[in-house]
């Protein structure tokens, strides 16, 4: 089968999946609760636990004194207490652990531990933290040309800024980890994390032991986005102190509103920008800041920065651009990875710029972004410096133009809004070009396991993990193909920190790149012994020499000679069997290291991606000016995933990665009051996309004729670029609200667009209010 289903597929739906909440463990098992603040920034005065130590069926009560290694568990910058101990920094952070006999007497005890606070002054919005200068770290910069001499050159100059908002993972299984101790030190970690290495470290240091003493084991995730690169460690700390204290297998797993009280979100930006630009439309001179709220610690903030200022240019050649990028700390929940990592950020951005300069000039959007696609020659080096190779910018825009009849709907839409006053249209168009590979560049390693054994079966363990994407399906499809026989004698195991170590995380959109070549790795290794074994086999059944393992081919599940394939073949499980006879082994460890990669973080400048992936997307929505209600009409999208391991799980991460990038530009408002309670905490309060949100056509194709030589079989990384074609869905909103207004001037519209905010875009458009 060419494209077969998500190996999981049936379990899901039959409901054999085993995740972890469902891994049967014996009767000594205690469930774990986690206290935390209830206060945005306070020292701790004191903590009473006493009157929950009493309580029948609490075994342990652990505070940060109690952690017999480190008491930190933040992952490049060591500013995130694994326990509070004399001061909060915001709510939701963790103070106390409990193991008790169930949920039901964690909570009770959770209720009897009596905190005093002495608050102090909070800061709650990322604009009080930029007033008070509250840097994580210091700003970094991205430029190229002469940005001064590049303003005197435009023609036309215009200033602007957009707000972009946070959002949560809702991952369908919450943060949860069962931790069950072994012998002396051991400690067996079944935790749900996206990076199985890091969560060994993170342990391992909590507990003040060596990595050789902790296992991670992760067979599945129901879904993570990102919300679990990092803050699954935070579990997995927690769960294995409470193990350590006990002695016991311990459970948590977080309860939905406490899961989204405590975990990071998406960093909201506030994005300042000057450009200067022609006539025509063409760009000369971008200045732009990206301004990010990091909550109270580091995590990943930095890194995703990084990002959004290496996508700032989106998917145009600016010959005069600076970027700076700083990070602020807030009194909120560390922000975390999410999707796109900084990217939807720094694109959102760059195509506000984009349409604020057409409405200017009372041209089309979509024509405005044509002029200034990066191009060849002199207009394809990004402002970092990397040459925009196999650019499928251009051949994207013909045909999805023609496929979605952009032009003849665009003239419909502007017909319409002539002839409506309270119900109006918008259309747009957004392109995606988004570098594939870790930006921290070592952090592109994979390695793998691949085990044949004498039945002619395989297994395969890799440094992935799979959280719903089909990584685990593509992964036996790539090993299938490689070792020539079928699907179903390829069974992919349980990531484990055992089995394949020193992992990078399941992110940045390159699981299949790299532990796909790392598999293909330890495959051509196997294929190197059987080639020779083979033709030793068939020289001796034919009492020649004619046979050589240059000559040796598999596929179908039979190993043959190319020059005689009818004398000499055989079954691969015979030769298998024969391997293990003859004493060879059939067993290879495979690795792989992204090559011709790497750049200076301190200037800016070098090669940071192994390639790009490209997108493009027509969105058409119609407003009720009246209520802010938007109705999604259609949306057309062609993506480029260069040659499809599997069209199936491409298309569905494509469908997902819009409606989910949907969710962010349009519905998923976190709302915090006065003292830094997040408010919409659960799936009543907190809106999420659903079916009414999903265009009422929506048609998807992948590009064909486009192979990527730089990934495995010429595949392209699929996760993530799909999210910012959600971008052509807010941006016709905005094209709608610009419409209420009789010079389609420039609205003021955040992302997330929602009713109100859209409303509110109408309403300042009637006060003449400018960006």
């Known amino acids: 089968m ?21 891994i049967p463990v014996n009767e000594l098992l205690l469930h ?68 008790a006999v169930d949920d039901e007497t964690a909570r009770a005890a959770a209720q009897r531990i009596q905190i005093v606070y002495e608050p102090l002054e909070p800061i709650l919005t990322l604009e009080a933290a930029i007033e008070k200068n509250q840097l994580l770290a210091p700003a970094r910069t991205m430029q190229r040309g002469d940005l001064e001499q590049g303003f005197a050159n435009a023609k036309f100059q215009i200033k602007g800024q957009l707000r972009t908002g946070a959002q949560e993972h809702w991952y369908l299984e919450t943060q949860t980890c069962l931790c069950i ?17 890091e969560t060994q470290a993170i342990v391992a240091e909590v507990l003040g032991i060596a990595k050789n003493e902790v296992v991670v084991e992760t067979r599945r995730m129901g879904g993570a986005f990102g919300g679990k690169e990092t803050q699954a460690n935070h579990v997995a700390a927690w769960t294995a102190l409470l193990a350590r204290a006990t002695n016991r297998p311990v459970k948590i797993r977080l309860f939905r509103d406490d899961d989204q009280k405590i975990t990071g979100k998406r960093h909201p930006f506030i994005i300042e920008y000057k450009v200067g630009f022609h006539e025509n439309g063409m760009l000369e001179a971008l200045d732009v800041t990206l301004n990010a709220d990091a909550g109270c610690a580091t995590d990943l903030s930095m890194a995703i920065l990084e990002r959004a200022m290496l996508h700032t240019d989106s998917s145009y050649f600016v010959p005069n651009i600076k970027v700076i990028g700083r990070a602020y700390r807030t009194n909120l929940p560390s922000n975390t990875a999410f999707r796109g990592f900084g990217g939807p ?33 002199d207009r394809n080096i990004t402002h970092y410096g990397q040459t925009v190779e196999l650019n499928r910018l251009h051949t994207l825009y013909d045909q999805l133009l023609t496929s979605s009849e952009y032009h003849k709907r665009k003239e419909a839409v ?18 995606v070009k988004f570098g594939i590979s870790f930006t921290t560049t070592f952090l592109n390693q994979a390695g793998a396991l691949v085990n044949i054994y004498t039945d002619g079966t395989v297994l395969v363990n890799h440094g992935g993990t799979e959280m719903g994407q089909g990584l685990n399906t593509k992964i036996a499809q790539i090993a299938a193909a490689e070792l020539g026989i079928d699907l179903g004698a390829i069974k992919v195991n349980a990531t484990n920190t055992s089995k394949v170590p020193n992992t990078s995380a399941t992110a940045a959109s390159a699981g299949t790149d790299l532990n796909g070549m790392a598999v293909k790795n330890a495959v051509d290794q196997l294929k190197g012994r059987l080639s020779n074994l083979a033709a030793a086999e068939f020289n001796r059944r034919n009492n020649d020499s004619k046979s050589t393992s240059e000559n040796i081919c ?38 792989y290291k992204t090559p011709d990669i790497g750049w200076d973080k301190q200037i800016g400048w070098g090669k940071p991606f192994n390639y790009y992936a490209f997108g493009m997307a027509v969105s058409e929505v119609s407003v009720d000016v009246l209520t802010g209600e938007v ?50 905490h659960s799936p009543d309060t907190y809106k999420l996309p659903g079916i009414r949100n999903i265009p009422k ?15 495995i079989r010429k595949s392209k990384a699929v996760a993530e670029p799909p999210f910012m074609l959600a971008l052509s869905t807010w941006l016709a909103i905005k094209d709608a609200v610009a419409a209420t207004h009789p010079n389609n001037e420039e609205p003021i519209l955040p992302i997330p667009a929602t009713n109100e905010a859209i409303v509110l875009a109408i309403a300042d458009l009637k006060k003449n209010k400018r960006v």
């Open 2 to 22: 060419k494209h077969p289903h998500h190996d999981s597929a049936i379990s899901h739906v039959a409901g054999r999946s085993v995740y972890i909440d469902d």
């Open 32 to 99: 774990g609760k986690v206290v935390y603040s209830t206060v945005a920034h306070a020292r701790i005065k004191s903590i009473d636990i006493s009157a929950a130590q009493q309580l029948n069926g609490v075994h342990v009560i652990l505070l940060a004194k109690d952690i017999p290694g480190e008491n930190q568990m933040g992952p490049v910058v060591h500013d995130e207490p694994c326990l509070a101990g004399e001061t909060v920094h915001c709510i939701g952070q963790a103070i106390a652990l409990i193991a």
């Open 181 to 197: 101790p072994g012998e002396d030190k051991e400690m067996n970690v079944y935790s749900s994390t996206q990076h199985p290495s």
């Open 345 to 377: 950020q720094g694109m959102a951005g760059m195509e506000q710029i984009i349409d604020h300069v057409a409405r200017f000039l009372r041209l089309d959007p979509a024509d405005v972004r044509q002029k200034n696609f990066y191009g060849t020659d």
């Open 414 to 431: 502007d017909a319409f809004n002539t002839a409506n006053e309270f119900l109006k249209k918008g259309i747009a168009m957004t392109p």
């Open 554 to 591: 598999i596929a179908n599940g039979i190993v043959f000679d190319k020059n005689d394939s009818t004398k000499r073949n055989l079954k691969f499980s015979e030769l298998t069997g024969l391997a293990y006879l003859h004493q060879i082994s059939l067993s290879a460890a495979g690795f």
């Open 631 to 680: 109705n999604h009409l259609r949306t057309d999208i062609l993506h480029d995933v260069g040659e499809s391991i599997n069209e199936g799980i491409d298309i569905g991460q494509i469908e997902g990665g819009f409606i989910q990038g949907l969710g962010w530009c349009t519905l998923e408002d976190i709302k915090h009051d006065s003292k830094g309670n997040l408010l919409n």
């Open 697 to 711: 056509v929506f048609n998807v194709q992948l590009l064909n004729g486009a192979p990527n030589p730089r990934a």
